[in-house]
């Protein structure tokens, strides 16, 4: 299996414009997440899909951001319109059930996001 | 809601060196707590993690000791290499609610030769 598969792996884009990051799955894995990582708040749960179904979108900041997970082996996290203060590395993770004890999440690449 | 927190946010060693990671948690109905390593520019990892039911977990040089009475949980490594640099987070996951992690802020490790 491939893991995580998340594109692009870096993303430079001018304020105001839209972006959109990808995530693929492992197969089988029926638990999404997406997370944001940056220096100052560490690592934050933006919104997490089980069986495609959003579970838990609290820690999307506000209503630029929007997930879509349309089927099992597709996810979609966009930013619409992006701003500098979005600039961080966006991970996303899978995991089989609620992640307990089946190695807990599989985290992909990460997108490193720059909004000038 | 829970909340993880992490000390230290730095640490220095010396190869051969152990070094140990501290967590709290708020959720007394936190259950499971993994921990991660992530390196320089590359996606966070599972090394170990432990549940509400056990105590202590061991896996070679890596170790992980659970206090729930007083709601912290804590990360040893012995004998350091300096592949063991990295930041290491620690997480808890709630049975309530809606069973997502909540992570600590981090800990960069620096094992010095």
């Known amino acids: 299996d491939a893991g995580v598969i998340q594109s692009p792996r870096h993303e430079v884009t001018e304020m105001g414009q839209e972006v959109t990051l990808r995530c693929k799955p492992i197969?089988?894995?029926?638990?999404l997440f997406w997370y944001r990582q940056t220096m100052m708040r560490g690592l934050e749960l933006l919104i997490y899909f089980n069986n495609n179904v959003p579970i838990d979108d609290s820690g999307m900041p506000e209503d630029r951001f929007s997930a879509k997970m349309p089927n099992a082996s597709f996810s979609t996290l966009k930013i619409q319109p992006s701003e500098p203060r979005d600039s961080a590395v966006y991970f996303c993770?899978?995991?089989?059930?609620?992640?307990?004890?089946?190695?807990?999440?599989?985290f992909g690449s990460g997108t490193r996001l720059t909004v000038v | 809601g829970e909340n993880v927190e992490q000390h230290p946010s730095t640490l220095s060693v010396q190869e051969g060196d152990s070094a140990v990671i501290k967590c709290t948690y708020s959720?007394?109905?936190?259950?499971?707590f993994p921990w991660y390593k992530q390196e320089l520019g590359k996606r966070p990892q599972l090394i170990i993690d432990?549940?509400?039911?056990?105590g202590e977990k061991k896996d070679q040089r890596i170790a992980v000791t659970l206090n729930k009475t007083a709601k912290h949980f804590s990360l040893h490594i012995t004998e350091t290499q300096p592949e063991d640099s990295a930041v290491y987070f620690c997480?808890?996951?709630?049975?309530?609610?809606?069973?997502?992690?909540?992570f600590g802020t981090g800990t960069r490790l620096k094992v010095l030769a």
């Open positions: 993770a899978s995991s089989l059930g609620t992640g307990q004890g089946m190695g807990g999440y599989t």
């Open positions: 432990i549940r509400s039911n056990v």
């Open positions: 959720d007394s109905a936190s259950n499971y």
């Open positions: 997480a808890a996951r709630s049975t309530s609610g809606t069973y997502k992690y909540i």
């Open positions: 197969s089988g894995h029926n638990s």
